[in-house]
Structure formats: structure tokens, C-alpha cells
């Protein structure tokens, strides 16, 4: 049996621990830029605002009646990770699935719905964070009675009653069939053109019906609706097949070179991070839609030995870019992709090409500075390298500040950050 942790409106949740002024408000996250909305209250939905909405197209009667917070992904990763160090406390194992949701191993535990509320009640004491859990045989399952326990009441949710839901294949028939975790639009389309509606429809279909029209995928998610178990927990992360940054800037800059190095800075460092090195890159550019500059344009290029030297990448980036840009262009938006990833000690040299050990050591030592004293107290000269969006007014240098989002309202890194402790009087 697997237990599913979910956070309610987590980012919205991760901003009113530390404001309590935003709790019973409408309350929207901003994603890259303060440009569209990725996390909503319930008070926001009932004033019409949808996720991913533009925060320029809410209407402006509704946009008075809203407060918006810029994300702070530093805070709502750090958050997370007390979380789930709570969950590794209660739980045998523990599947980090994303930064909001956690898969938990329940099999063979006396009393697991107990269990479970108090899981829920240790995190709401501990870390502030509210959550519901979904309870079945699989994870499908899981999820499903997770779905269904943040859809009860929010009085009894608040008393603690209804914030587990035991999924089972006989009590699924209020989960609507587009909200079973792995039926996509396209096939929740075509089940509702076969009579299908909810997950209890779905389970009554016979399997080699399923199988045959849908594929195997639908076939997997339909068995575990029916409480046969396809997957199990994954308590290691796979390596990444890529890995990619890329921003929108604060405005039109037609030189961005520097935000370029500052993105491959970024992708170098979470490469080695994982033990990874990258044999080939690319670069794209992209112009402003608004502006009539709909374009846009990538190149890629091979590495002449998988590598994890920031430098050497920062210098194939350039290269790309300054193949792809055009005198007097400007560009909105930019990213760097690294690919063709394997494991730094797999890699084999031959007779022109060997790692850098030299290098690759100084790229070592600069991670573990950073990691002790924070991101960007080392980086490469040629890029600003301290990753992030700048507050209004904030002073930064001429060419840095051109690209940088503009972050109208970044909450403070309470906790990951000395001067933005919060200070009690």
C-alpha cells in the first residue's frame, strides 16, 4: 500500500507561513518574470483566476482584489526538503516525487491512517505547510484518494477528519476521469466520446478493451485503478537525459553573451551536482512576441570530450550565439541545453581527447565553496553568475541588470538567507 503527501497550494502555503497577512486573501505565485500565474488560493479561484493565466489579462477589477507574490523557489525548495526529512522520520521509504508531492511506503503498518494524520499534523506544526494524503493500493490509487481528500469540505479538512482518503477501486466514482493521474486531455476527450466519466467508469472497462484502443500506457493506469500494482516507488532519481536553464529578460537586450554564461554557469553546476558530464549543448534565442519579433532560433554543437568545466562550455555557448545573432537584434529570451549526459567516471578517453583533471578540480572546489557560503560566492568572470531576478531598485551593474527579471514582489529568503531571518522584537 502507498500513501501520496501533497501539499494544498503549496507555493501560496510556503508564502503565508511567513505572512500570515495572506491567509483567507486571494493569493497568486507568479512564475519567470511575474509573468504568468503558477499557483493559485481557493480565494483566487473563486474570483475567476485560472492557472497559467498572464497576470496581464486578469482583468484589473479582479487584479485590485489579488495578492501577488513573485516565486521564491529557493524558499519553497527549502520547505520541501523539511518536509520530506519529516516523512523519512515517520515512513520506511520515501519517494520524492516533486517539490509539493511525496510517495510513501505504507505496506505492513498497523494503524495507517493514524499514521497518517499525524504525518499531516507534523508538518502543519513543524513547517506550516497544510496537506492532504491519499491512501491505496498503488500509486495511481494514491493519488486518486489524495484528489478526493482535498476535495472535501474545507470544515472538515480543517478538522482533521477528511484529510486522508482511502482510495480503493470501489470508491473512486467522484474522481472525475480527467483528473486520474495518467489520463492526459486527449484521451479523457475520448473517453467521455465512449460514456467514460469518472475513474469508477474507466475501471469497469474491460482490460483487452482498454489495452486495444488506448495503448499500453492507459492499460497500466487502468490496472492500477483496479488495485494491481505496474510501478513502484523510486527512491533514487534516474539520470537526467538533459538539462536545461533559460530566463526571460527583463527587457530587450541585444547583447546576451553575459546572461548565456550565467545560464551555462547554472547547468554546469547542477550537472556535476549529479555526477554528470555533458558531450554535446545548445543555445537558442528567442525574440519579443509583443514587439513583432516572433523568432526563434537554436543551434547545437558536439563537445570534444564530455566535460564538467564550466569554461569550456561558457566557450561553446559563445560561440553558438554569436554564429546565431544579428547586429541591432534584440532578444527577450534565451537558454542554454545541456546533452548527451553521462557519468563523469564511465567516461572513456582515447588517443586525442582526456578530461582536464586540473580543471575539473578547480570546478570541484568552487562547488564546494558555494555550497558552504551560497550560490555565487565563486563563479566564472564572464558571467554575472548569481542566478535569480533583481527586486525594483535594487543596484546592479549596467550590462547585469539589462537582462535580469525584475521580481516586483520577491518575498524574503527567510530561511536560507542570515540577513532575511526574521527578526522578533
Known sequence: M???IDGNNF???CERVFDPSLRGKPTVVLGNADGCAIAISTEAKTLGVKMGTPIFLVPATVRKQLQ??????????????????ILRDLFPRVEVYSIDENFVDVAGIRGVEKLALEARERILQWVGIPCCVGLGATRTLAKAG??????QSKRALRAGRLAVFHATPDNVERLAVEDVWGVGSRYAARL??????????????????VRARYGVVLARTHNELRGIRCTDLELEEPDRKQIVVSRTFGRDV???LDALATFATVACERMRGRGMAAG???????GNPHKGDNFHVSRASPLAFPTQDTGEVIRAAHLLARSMMTSGQ??????VGLTELVRAEERQADLFSVPDERRERCMAVMDQINAKWGRGTMGVGTSGWKVGGARPGEVRACREGQWRPTLKSLSPAYTTKWTDLLRVR
Not at 146 to 151: E, G, H, R, S, T
Not at 193 to 207: F, I
Not at 330 to 335: E, F, I, R, V
Open 11 to 13: 507555493y501560496v502555503s
Open 146 to 151: 489524495n484528489k478526493l481528500a482535498k476535495d
Open 2 to 4: 502507498y500513501g501520496l
Open 280 to 286: 554535446a549543448m545548445w543555445v537558442w534565442l528567442t
Open 192 to 209: 467521455y466520446a465512449e460514456g467514460v466519466q469518472t475513474a469508477a467508469d474507466l475501471v469497469a472497462l474491460p482490460e483487452h478493451h
Open 254 to 256: 541585444e547583447d546576451p
Open 330 to 335: 534584440a532578444y527577450k529570451k534565451a537558454g
Open 68 to 85: 501577488v507574490r513573485s516565486a521564491n523557489f529557493a524558499l519553497y525548495g527549502d520547505l520541501s526538503g523539511r518536509i520530506v526529512s
